[in-house]
């Protein structure tokens, strides 16, 4: 049997983070009540227009920067005709001709290194309603109608479902990164719908193109593009031929199903949207945009090595996530120069670990990098001890506050005086002759145990290190 | 009073000289339209007692020291026109029963200037015709002669205006719809420049073409309207932030040193002779009293009325894709599927002309078409443009008829809908360039039909053709 080759385009929509509709001031809180987040405008009243949102334009056009794309200065809007109960006007305003960004990429890793996948354009359209079937109607809630949705359409340059996923991680970083949108999946902020061919190995033409739609989760992606490979590649090698044909997947039943061949593809009839005039960006605008971009999680990752000495695998996964990164910076931005590996260090421990018990993210608990700063600089300055510290952490994390108040209102500053601790290191001693004894014999390891126990005794204030050095000292001297 | 001959600015005088209150004037509009609609069928509906309260408000507000120009003044507005709480059939079965949720914002500047919403004039269904005779209702008649059809679409407004059913009124102009019947009708009927009047909240035929615009008495009342309505609409991106000059002001200009140009295709064999000889009439007046004519070349002409009605149809095939049946409107009792909901409601609800323009729309963006036809339009409407720029380096305004004919028969081309949409030859060109014009009456046939002569002015050109059309009704014609 020959080997085939699996070729996989995406055609990415992303809800941008804008207040208000794209083309009216209808709020876009999401789980409102059905059809209140509406006007004459998104419901297609008789007489309503559209009023261009300019912030979805900017949006849209700083995610074209952070991709790497080109942004026209002159990108127009288009109908696209079609009669569905989803969109009121029965045409959705979408851009056809000249969308606003064009080209670009992103980079991800795959088995045999770092692969490039280019971007064809992004262009920026209305979403439409959303339908709810019950058991004897259907409804149609229009407060999503008019969303601002850009579609980021990649070319066919993925070669299976892995690269797929590997592509949207990318991409939904780097979105959030812009913070263009909130790319929350439940919320269906994020959907692609994918094309897929397959091909003998050695031959040039792409295979017979399928679109699949309706997947709402990566995981739905993945599954849709293993079974249609799968079914693809069981018809060709049997010798059967493909139709091109839009299909949907079935999550229920893990299968996709014909939806529309080529022959009954729709005719949308596109044309300039003569309500609204070309959008033109002068260089000015799209520079001052320029400006305003953050950086790129890989630029970041490298920055932050360089600016805090911190190794490169705490660097990737703090950048991972860009509230976390900023999190991060922010606190060790408050700290003494050189402490960076240490705020990292509790970052990586027990702040991803109170974030993975408790469910939250970064921006959702009480603990500020101003607190993680000043936590970290009691335990530098030895003013706490690294158990205090640890304590502490969990309750800065629930409830807020600032860890040098908490220590002097409850007293739990370090005892770092040696005549308040030799009575404990005595007491210590005199309670465990065994273990004196032991250390007496060369067992270093015994003074450890003794460490521990004028611990607590100290309850815990005592500074770990001082206590060791008088235990050395005590058990050196004569008995 | 005799609301026959009044004109708007004698209305507003009366009501700021307390010669007359709001409600009175009001009350003489309705009692008007109460004895005479029977029979002109200009009205589609009239609250009169929304008009009354409004009449009365704009008393009280007058008693407490406010002034507007339109302050009390009746106006009756086209029926495509949204005025919450009002409805707005577009003459179509398909909207009977629809009642507006909002205000246009032309219907709001009315309101915010104080004027009374007399009624909802007749229109050839969603704005498509020429003649009135497409309302889904009734059929409007010429009140200078009850067999002959008003012009349309705006033939209700027409007919109300000059049949004294009304002090002005609003119309729409896509390819003539106001100056044409203004012509018809004897009244004066101004299409802005595209952009110079909000569409926020007018039923939209053919979205880059159409303007709302001032039918009145004189040239003057048209001003005055006009100046209400004009101006930049955040609700609307294709108004242009241009400064809207005092068009009163702009009137006083007078004939001498104006440069009136005449283009050369519009002057060809094929109009009606008697329609043709006022016009003549009114040009040389004009030259006796001071003006310049030149002759100017308008080249593309010949393609104007292809051009408008694939670029017209097309947009029109999207614009009233929305009445579905689903939202508002008419819809088919029992469908069988969501298509069906669609395919009867629509067959039920659209008239002849519509479902010929939805249809024709359709194909000329078909997958296939659009390049020989909406592709190709686009660009001659380019030339057509260029046109009319180049022209108007070498005059200051156009003198043209209004339409080739004065009004004819109802029934005579209501079957015959290439004759009717050739009637629109010298009406369309502005549309498709985006420049105004203005219908002034300038003489009758000898039958006693009126004939309209159009003044053209470029793009926010409006004081132009307002100061030309003002010197020809006050100086030349009287």
Redesign the interface.
Known sequence: MSKYLITIGLETHVQLKTNTKMFCGCSLKFGAEPNTNVC?VC??????????NREAIKLTVMSGLMLGCEINPRSTFD?K?Y???DM????QISQNTHPLCLGGGVTIPTPTGAKRVRINHIHLEEDAAKINHYARFSG?DFNRCGTPLMEIVSEPDLSSPDEAMEYLQALKQILMYAGVSDCNLEEGNLRSDVNISVRPEGQEKLGTKVEIKNMNTFKGIYAALEYEIARQLNTVTRGGTLVQETRRWEPDLGETQSMRSKENAH?Y???PE????PVSLSDEMIAEWREALPELPTARRERMVAEYGIPEYDAGVLADAKANADFFEAAARACAPGLGKTVSNWFMTEIMRLLSETGTAIGECALTPAALAELVTLVDKRVINGPTAKELLPELFREGGMPEALVKARGLGQVSDSAALEGFVAQAIAANPKSAEDFRAGKKAAAGFLVGQVMKLSHGKADPKLVGKLVAEKLASPA | MNILKLTLCEAAEGLRKKAFSSVELTREVLDAIEKKDGELNAYLSVDAEGALRQAAAADAARQSGRDHALLGVPVGIKDLINVEGQPCTCASKILQGFTSTYDATVSARLREAGAVFAGRTNMDEFAMGSSTEGSAFKVTRNPHDLTRVPGGSSGGSAAAVAGGEAIAALGTDTGGSIRQPSAFCGCVGLKPSYGRVSRYGVTAYASSLDQVGPMTKTVEDAAVLLQALAGRDAHDGTTLDVPVPDYRAALRGGLKGLRIGLPKEYYVEGSDPEVMACVRKAVDACAAAGAEIVEVGLPHTEYAIAVYYIVATAEASANLARFDGVRYGHRTPRPDSVFDLYAKSRADGFGTEVKRRIILGTYVLSSGYYDAYYGRAQKVRTLIRQDFAEAFKQCDVMFTPVAPTPAYRIGEASNDPLKMYLGDIFTVPANLAGICGISVPCGKTAAGLPVGLQVLGPAFGECAILRAAYAYEQEVRA
């Open positions: 004459p419901l297609g009243y008789p007489g309503a227009l559209p009023v261009m109908r005709n009669f569905y109960p009121s006007k029965d045409y149609v005719d009839r596109y044309f003569p309500d609204l005039v």
